[in-house]
Antibody, heavy 115, light 108 residues
Framework: QVQLVQSGAEVKKPGASVKVSCKAS????????MHWVRQAPGQRLEWMGW????????KYSQKLQDRVTITRDTSATTAYMELSSLTSDDTAVYYC????????WGQGTLVIVSS | DIQMTQSPSTLSASVGDSVTITCRAS??????LAWYQQEPGKGPKLLIY???TLEGGVPSRFSGTGSGTEFTLTISSLQPDDFATYYC??????????FGGGTKVEIK
């Protein structure tokens, strides 16, 4: 069965970077797209970007494109999302999700940005 | 960027009621529209894609219609498990994949 298991919660200081991982199993990793979506407390879902796991092509939200980098390690069947120059507005639950539209979702990773 | 606007933002209903949520796009997204259900503290669950195709395992009381800029999600005969927040999302590959603002379905 398809499983997406994300790394654990993070607490970061403003200005720092965070890198969240998403370990995929139960399917051929390189055959699918992986999205990253975040949700600030009480707010709407916000699409951040995706990566084609096969060839590594990426597409990012215009709002975040200067600060977000999505990568993957095919040998580890893992996708990564790195967000730099963190502010308190980046406090959110971050999800990885497979398919287009996203059908399988990771359990979410809470990132708290606080001084 | 395409903007997705949902209405209403909150909806109060009773078990057994039929409810309709509307999602409007600022420009045409064709049929590249999905609906999700999100319960508190959980990740989203895909209900409908391609505007009207029911995801496997989703009860038939959920239905979606529309194309272009106006879409609806209807839940006929609300069940206790249906009280949640619903989001639309356009997923046209050539545009940022924006979510709507969400509609919270509450118990009246």
């Amino acid at each position: 069965q398809v499983q997406l298991v994300q790394s654990g919660a993070e607490v970061k200081k403003p200005g720092a970077s965070v890198k969240v991982s998403c370990k995929a199993s139960g399917y051929s990793f390189t055959d699918y797209v992986m999205h990253w979506v975040r949700q600030a407390p009480g707010q709407r879902l916000e699409w951040m970007g995706w990566i084609l796991a096969g060839n590594g092509d990426t597409k990012y939200s215009q709002k975040l494109q200067d600060r977000v980098t999505i990568t993957r390690d095919t040998s580890a069947t893992t996708a990564y999302m790195e967000l730099s120059s963190l502010t308190s507005d980046d406090t959110a639950v971050y999800y990885c999700a497979r398919d287009h539209p996203p059908r399988y979702w990771g359990q979410g990773t809470l990132v708290i940005v606080s001084s | 960027d395409i903007q997705m606007t949902q209405s209403p933002s909150t909806l109060s209903a009773s078990v057994g009621d039929s409810v309709t949520i509307t999602c409007r796009a600022s420009q045409s997204v064709g049929s590249w529209l999905a609906w999700y259900q999100q319960e508190p503290g959980k990740g989203p669950k895909l209900l409908i894609y391609r505007a009207s195709t029911l995801e496997g395992g989703v009860p038939s009381r959920f239905s979606g219609t529309g194309s272009g800029t106006e879409f609806t999600l209807t839940i006929s005969s609300l069940q206790p498990d249906d009280f949640a927040t619903y989001y639309c999302q356009q997923y046209n590959t050539y545009s940022p994949e924006v979510f709507g603002g969400g509609t919270k379905v509450e118990i009246k």
